[in-house]
């Protein structure tokens, strides 16, 4: 069972227009319901576009390959990632359509919250991932236990021989959420290793740069991991 606290808060939240942000066509976004009082899942939608002042255009979120049932008026949290930054918004449905592909127009986001997700911001944590990557023949593999975890980089324990400063990982984390359980596949490179007692050692990773739906997961991981733990 892995164990999880939050060490360092994201930085300082801003307001912006939704033109600031600049979404790109295909740009995946995760929305949950509004209202507490209804199921919170999370659903990935990707964005269409969107007709200034008046309409956002999305995909129709799925659940078991069928359209979700989203009645006028009900309002959704919408989230996004862009590089280090995390935008959340709120936006009520307008009306779903079917053609010529499923769709769905929501209201124009009156306002969008923008936080800058900090490298210091990380979760401690106690989960053993398995690690691909490193040794002689660039093929090791094996199991680590991950120690923290951030938006850049984990801290890793494994035996003191298992890689050197420099080389490559790949690592596979399971994702578990309410929703849905996945495997996310994070390459990295050992920058900084320590021994420890008993033949182990820590190892710093950094992340390669994230595609933007690993990204988002990522970030709603370590949310999940944090709220976990809160209780």
């Not at 009156?110 to 800058?116: E, F, L, P, V």
């Not at 990380?122 to 094996?142: E, I, K, S, T, Y």
């Not at 994070?186 to 994230?210: C, D, I, M, T, W």
Request: charged share 20%; no cysteine.
């Amino acid at each position: 069972m892995s164990e999880s606290v939050a060490t360092q808060p994201d930085g300082p939240a801003l307001t912006l227009s939704f033109e600031d942000i600049g979404l790109r066509v295909g740009t995946p976004l995760y929305m949950r319901s509004q209202d507490p009082g209804v199921s919170q899942t999370r659903y990935q939608v990707e964005y269409i576009g969107a007709i200034r002042g008046k309409s956002l255009l999305v995909t129709l979120p799925l659940l078991n390959g069928k359209g979700v049932l989203m009645p006028v008026g009900q309002e959704f949290v919408f989230h996004a990632v862009e590089g280090m930054y995390i935008y959340a918004f709120t936006s009520r449905v307008l009306r779903p359509r079917n053609s010529p592909v499923p769709y769905a127009h929501f209201a124009y986001p009156s306002r969008i919250d923008a936080r800058q997700v900090r490298k210091s911001y990380r979760v401690r944590m106690r989960l053993p991932v398995a690690v691909a990557g490193g040794g002689a023949g660039g093929d090791a593999r094996g199991d680590a236990l991950l120690l923290d975890l951030s938006m850049t980089g984990a801290l890793l324990e494994a035996p003191a021989d298992a890689w050197r400063e420099g080389d490559a990982l790949s690592l596979v984390l399971p994702v578990a959420l309410e929703e849905a359980s996945s495997r996310l596949t994070l390459s990295a490179k050992v920058r900084n290793r320590a021994e420890r007692p008993g033949g182990q050692a820590h190892y710093g990773v950094e992340f390669a740069e994230l595609p933007q739906n690993d990204a988002l997961l990522l970030h709603y991981y370590i949310d999940h991991a944090i709220a976990a733990r809160i209780g």
